[in-house]
């Protein structure tokens, strides 16, 4: 599987399961927003990921 898959999967599943646990939906939107823009970009500047 190709690591973009991978970030999309996990990224849909971390939302979904927030949402089931009963977090307010603008807070998980802005939390999985911000970690995923993060894990991104640590991925493409410290190891040259090709996203």
């Given at each position: 599987m190709e690591?973009?898959?991978l970030l999309?999967?996990?990224m849909?599943?971390?939302f979904m399961g927030l949402?089931?646990?009963g977090f307010?939906?603008?807070w998980v939107?802005?939390?999985t927003g911000?970690?995923?823009a993060l894990a991104g970009h640590v991925l493409?500047?410290?190891f040259d990921a090709n996203l």
């Open positions: 690591l973009e898959t999309v999967v996990a849909f599943a971390s949402l089931l646990l307010p939906v603008a939107l802005a939390g911000l970690l995923f493409v500047e410290q």
